[in-house]
């Protein structure tokens, strides 16, 4: 997929930022709360693109039609917005990756599908809110991931058709999205990759091993 684009988005969580510390460390607190001992952070990494269901199924055995879910949905909500970022990290090689494409003059945002009342401050925090071209959230389009509105919604506020941007992400609801917005799609093979389904078979252009991969894929044209 030699071709330059112009602008790069990114998924958020398990993409550019390592949020599992945070997203196992708030559930970890909550079983603290009810005596029982912390999981490994490890356990919670493949859960972490599905959100507060997909950890609270790991941390406490709780599906959605659990009648005390609601309550305990906001429960976690309340605790994780209070730590956002307290162990949260970009991962390795992005500080890198997106230094490179700001010298070539590429354009870049993030399309997820966490609410923007928990993404814009993560965002804040790790100090990407200020070269970031967009921040679509999971309530900013009439339909989140897996649907194309997301990603057709950063391409009209960033003024770029979809055909010249690329799409990197670790959930296979990324690379949905990416493909009914008629975008090419990168799997972030370093990410949580918590689907069921093997992300060869998603159906990406490529799957990237590490953020500095991303790289290697595409021609870039540094400013003089």
């Known amino acids: 997929m030699k071709f ?75 605790i994780y917005r209070a730590r956002l970022s307290r162990d949260s990290r970009l991962f390795a090689q992005v500080p890198a990756l997106l230094d490179r494409l700001d010298a070539a003059g590429i354009r870049w945002g993030v399309v997820t599908n966490k609410p923007g009342w928990l993404a814009q401050p993560v965002m804040d925090d790790l100090g990407l809110s200020a070269r970031s071209a967009c921040l679509v959230s999971g309530e900013t389009a009439a339909r989140p991931k897996p649907a194309a509105d997301p990603l057709l919604y950063a391409c009209d506020q960033i ?14 609801r990324d690379i949905q999205s990416a493909r009914a917005a008629s975008m090419p799609a990168l799997v972030a093979g370093w990410g949580y990759l918590g689907s069921d389904t093997p992300p060869q078979e998603w159906g990406a252009d490529l799957i990237l091993e590490q953020p500095s991969d991303l790289l290697q894929h595409i021609e870039l044209r540094y400013a003089a």
């Open 4 to 78: 330059t684009p112009r602008c790069v988005l990114f998924d958020l969580d398990g993409t550019l930022v390592d949020s599992a510390p945070d997203l196992g460390g708030t559930a970890n607190q909550i079983r603290a709360e009810l005596d029982l001992p912390p999981l490994p952070i490890g356990l919670y990494r493949p859960h972490a693109s599905h959100g507060v269901r997909g950890i609270l199924h790991v941390a406490l055995q709780m599906s959605p039609d659990h009648p005390d879910f609601a309550a305990q949905r906001e429960h976690y909500l309340a």
């Open 159 to 172: 003024g770029i058709p979809p055909d010249q941007c690329i799409y990197v992400g670790d959930d296979i």
